[in-house]
């Protein structure tokens, strides 16, 4: 790279993606507790919960909207190498890229049968709505279900729905890939806009796949626009109007992300059905926050947040079967104990996965694309000397 600029910003969105872990590792913790559950599942909830829930304080435990952020980051992070001109022949990428995200995967799946025969799920309306969600055999044919991931997962391990979608935008990669390099530096408000209307009708009717692939897509415009992004967050000072105003950016894009529940709870319903668009844009402004705003690079590029966001893909899979095994190894009422102990030791156990399942992965995986890529350069090399 020509200048320092982008190394400051890739940590930060490192940052953003640990923040965005944890976050939703709050939200099922919380979950796990039946006054969180009722209010997230539309059913009577009691006063307490109100505050967390139809507040700003929402973001704070706004897991749902934290994956769509995931979503982005991974258009982000999978369109830049090629951006960059330094991606992998697809014969090398695709194998690669699997091996990355199925084996952590089939592990997590393997952990989350041992820990629900262990203890089994068996509960009652005692518990929290989440957590009798839970209450399904843990066979192999589920087991198997799960970590196929295409045809959709169940409640074994439910974090796993989302890896759905990122298998999915991985094979077709090659085609965000060349929308975004062809017209996306020119039009990128054009295929914003496009891709925003695509969430809304996926909203509207229901269709999971219109719901979901556009946001690697406004993932993919943001990675083809990164250096023109990056030369504009220069002129941001270190004034102290700066800082009030970028603070308030970050405001106003948590407020985004977290429309539907505040203030878009209180919209009428024909004006709700809205709602996905204006968190679409949520979910990119917290993402263009992590890229732009050097108050925000700062404190994402925390050493906290970094280390949260190199152990993300492992707390994601493996902190569920943990609350949930607490959850219903503990009374009823005391569904204190499963945030407050399940919240440390999903983080702990995220660490251990990372060490001893996802970091070898990436070895392998990199390993797997290195032969690929030289074995594809060798034939062209040995095509070339026969025929050139």
Request: net charge positive; hydrophobic share 55%.
């Amino acid at each position: 790279m020509s200048s320092p600029a982008p190394a400051p910003r890739l940590a930060s969105l490192d940052g953003l993606r640990g923040g965005a872990a944890l976050i939703v590792l709050l939200h099922h913790a919380l979950l796990t507790m039946s006054g969180f559950a009722a209010v997230y599942w539309g059913q009577p909830y009691p006063a307490y919960v109100a505050p967390f829930a139809y507040t700003p304080l929402h973001a704070v435990w706004a897991g749902s909207e934290a994956v769509l952020v995931f979503f982005v980051l991974s258009g982000v992070v999978l369109t830049l190498p090629a951006v960059r001109r330094r991606a992998l022949p697809w014969v090398a990428y695709y194998p690669s890229r699997l091996i990355r995200l199925y084996l952590p995967v089939l592990f997590s799946v393997a952990l989350a049968v041992l820990l629900a025969r262990l203890w089994p799920r068996a509960t009652d309306d005692r518990y929290s709505l989440w957590i009798q969600a839970h209450n399904e055999a843990p066979t192999l044919a589920n087991a198997l279900h799960n970590s196929l991931l295409l045809n959709g997962t169940t409640w074994l391990n439910s974090p796993l729905w989302s890896l759905q979608w990122e298998v999915l935008f991985s094979l077709l990669l090659p085609l965000y890939v060349w929308v975004t390099l062809r017209w996306g530096a020119r039009h990128w408000v054009l295929i914003g806009a496009a891709l925003i209307a695509l969430v809304v009708l996926g909203d509207v009717s229901g269709v999971k796949a219109l719901s979901y692939l556009p946001f690697f897509g406004l993932g993919s415009l943001i990675a083809v626009n990164l250096d023109r992004l990056g030369e504009r967050s220069l002129r941001f000072d270190r004034s102290r109007q700066s800082r009030a105003a970028q603070l308030a950016l970050v405001v106003a894009a948590l407020l985004l992300l977290t429309f539907r529940w505040w203030p878009g709870n209180l919209l009428p319903a024909a004006v709700a059905q809205m709602n996905a668009a204006v968190v679409a844009v949520g979910a990119v402004a917290v993402v263009l926050i992590a890229v732009c705003l050097p108050l925000a690079s700062r404190v994402l590029s925390s050493r906290i947040l970094v280390a949260a966001g190199t152990i993300s893909f492992s707390l994601y899979l493996v902190h569920e079967p943990i609350l949930v095994t607490l959850a219903v190894t503990t009374p009823p009422d005391m569904s204190w104990i499963a945030p407050v102990i399940g919240i440390p030791l999903a983080v702990a156990a995220g660490w251990l996965f990372y060490v001893l399942v996802e970091r070898g992965t990436h070895r392998l995986a990199r390993g797997t694309a290195g032969w690929l890529a030289a074995r594809r350069t060798a034939s062209a090399q040995r095509a070339y000397a026969e025929h050139g």
